[in-house]
């Protein structure tokens, strides 16, 4: 049985085909349910979860402000993944560019490190989305 998170991100986005291709068909989300007739799809990803709604200027969708490119400025999205290499390849694959490439890099949380090798890329509107494959935690020394 599937299960809705507490917390999921709703994306206004230009064009909801561009966009489901790049969520489902590259990064590897699945569609959970979708109403094409109004541009919309939730997707997962192992528990990930995120919707897309195509923007529409006649419908009385929430837009605080004017939709510029690149949307979603100042947010990036963090999606935990088992292993980066397969998503960074389909991407290769098709040569969509990153933001920012591959790294193992440590985040200190209180005692200890947490690593993650990660990477950032923007989706079809710009949003920054940063996958990120789990290194484990080690001990925290100054």
Same mark, same amino acid.
């Given at each position: 049985?599937?299960?809705r998170n507490k917390l999921v991100p709703e994306l206004i986005v230009a064009?909801?085909?561009?966009s489901l291709d790049?969520?489902?068909s590259l990064v590897g989300f699945r569609v959970v349910y979708?109403?094409?007739e109004?541009?919309?799809a939730y997707l997962d990803l192992d528990g990930a979860q995120i919707m897309l709604e195509q923007y529409d200027p006649l419908e009385l969708q929430w837009v605080t402000g004017a939709l510029e490119a690149p949307l979603g400025r100042g947010i990036n999205?963090?999606?935990?993944?088992?292993?980066?290499?397969p998503v960074l390849h389909r991407?290769?694959?098709?040569q969509w560019p990153l933001f920012r490439t591959c790294e193992d890099v440590w985040y200190r949380a209180d005692t200890v490190e947490v690593g993650q090798r990660e990477f950032l890329v923007q989706d079809p509107d710009g949003y920054l989305v940063r996958?990120? /494959?789990?290194?484990? /935690?080690?001990?925290?020394s100054l």
């Open positions: 049985m599937f299960s064009d909801i085909n561009k790049f969520w489902t979708e109403r094409p109004v541009g919309f999205l963090q999606i935990a993944v088992d292993l980066v290499e991407l290769a694959a098709v996958l990120a /494959e789990s290194l484990g /935690e080690r001990p925290y």
